[in-house]
């Protein structure tokens, strides 16, 4: 297990925040905090575009065993990372996101 991933806490709004606005960067369509989770979507040309993304995602979900929740359609795929042990936002989530976002500049 990715350290990263052990002993990991709540963390507080300030923290979330911060750590979203880093995530973004100058993104105009980056991460958000929705019902308690961090919520982004991808757009994608086709389907097979989409599954590819998806299938990567899951990669890097099983490898750093931190699954988010999923919904895609033909063109799109929503990806929503919260802790559920910890009821909240962890570093795990925002480390996670950091690695999705990376499939897009690959």
Same mark, same amino acid.
């Given at each position: /297990? +990715? *350290? &990263?991933?052990?002993?990991?806490?709540?963390?507080? @709004?300030?923290?979330?925040?911060?750590?979203? #606005?880093?995530? +973004? !960067?100058? @993104?105009?369509? !980056? =991460?958000?905090? &929705?019902? !308690? $989770?961090?919520?982004? #979507?991808?757009?994608? @040309?086709?389907?097979?575009? #989409? /599954?590819?993304?998806? %299938?990567?995602? $899951? =990669? &890097?979900?099983?490898?750093?065993?931190?699954? *988010?929740?999923?919904?895609?359609?033909?063109?799109?795929?929503?990806?929503?990372? %919260? #802790?559920?042990?910890? +009821?909240? &936002?962890?570093?795990?989530?925002?480390?996670?996101?950091? @690695?999705?976002? $990376?499939?897009?500049?690959?």
């Amino acid at each position: /297990m +990715n *350290p &990263i991933h052990q002993n990991r806490r709540a963390l507080s @709004a300030t923290e979330i925040v911060t750590q979203l #606005t880093q995530l +973004n !960067g100058d @993104a105009a369509q !980056g =991460w958000k905090l &929705i019902d !308690g $989770a961090l919520e982004k #979507t991808y757009s994608f @040309a086709n389907f097979h575009e #989409t /599954m590819a993304f998806v %299938n990567a995602l $899951a =990669w &890097i979900a099983h490898r750093e065993d931190h699954h *988010p929740d999923l919904s895609l359609s033909y063109g799109r795929c929503t990806v929503r990372f %919260n #802790t559920h042990d910890v +009821n909240g &936002i962890s570093v795990s989530d925002i480390h996670c996101a950091a @690695a999705v976002d $990376a499939l897009q500049k690959a």
